[in-house]
């Protein structure tokens, strides 16, 4: 390898290392922090999202968010190894068709998936803050403009009342 070409290698990990790590094969163990139940810190009692542990090769999700005591809105969720061994989020919210975004980039402590042709969101983003607390966003270009929304939320036994967050 002559010394341009190397230069060009380094600088390429080091731009690779500064953006975060690129999610790769076996990358759904990392993710095991998220297995469990959360509910929102925004929204009513009942708004919730749970996720069950990684086993053959997936980890499946459920949200709800209730408003005025009704459930508005759902969705089924999974993270799974694509063909390619890349992780990806895939999405499907209240009965509608199945968006699938591959994995962008992965960390100890974040996740973010990305579908640049979806409509909205582009971007899909859960960060653990500790071991109670998740943060999750959604963010992309809607109508020009960026748009970002963001859920807050706190652990939960899974078989608590609705309204009753961990401490």
Not at 14 to 30: F, H
Not at 94 to 122: I, K
Request: charged share 20%; with cysteine; aromatic share 6%.
């Amino acid at each position: 390898m002559n010394i341009p070409s190397t230069l060009a290698l380094a600088a390429l990990i080091n731009a690779s290392a500064a953006a975060g790590a690129v999610a790769a094969p076996g990358d759904l163990e990392k993710m095991r922090w998220l297995a469990g139940c959360w509910q929102s810190q925004d929204a009513e009692p009942g708004s919730v999202e749970q996720w069950t542990a990684a086993a053959g090769g997936t980890m499946l999700g459920l949200s709800r968010t209730v408003k005025q005591g009704q459930t508005v809105s759902f969705e089924f969720m999974q993270l799974r190894e694509l063909p390619d061994g890349r992780l990806a989020f895939i999405a499907q919210p209240s009965g509608r068709s199945a968006t699938v975004f591959p994995a962008l980039r992965l960390t100890e402590a974040e996740a973010a998936f990305e579908s640049p042709t979806h409509d909205f969101p582009q971007r899909v983003v859960y960060a653990r803050d500790g071991a109670e607390r998740l943060r999750a966003r959604i963010e992309g270009q809607r109508n020009g403009a960026l748009r970002t929304i963001d859920f807050p939320m706190v652990r939960v036994a899974c078989d608590a009342p609705a309204g009753a967050a961990s401490k």
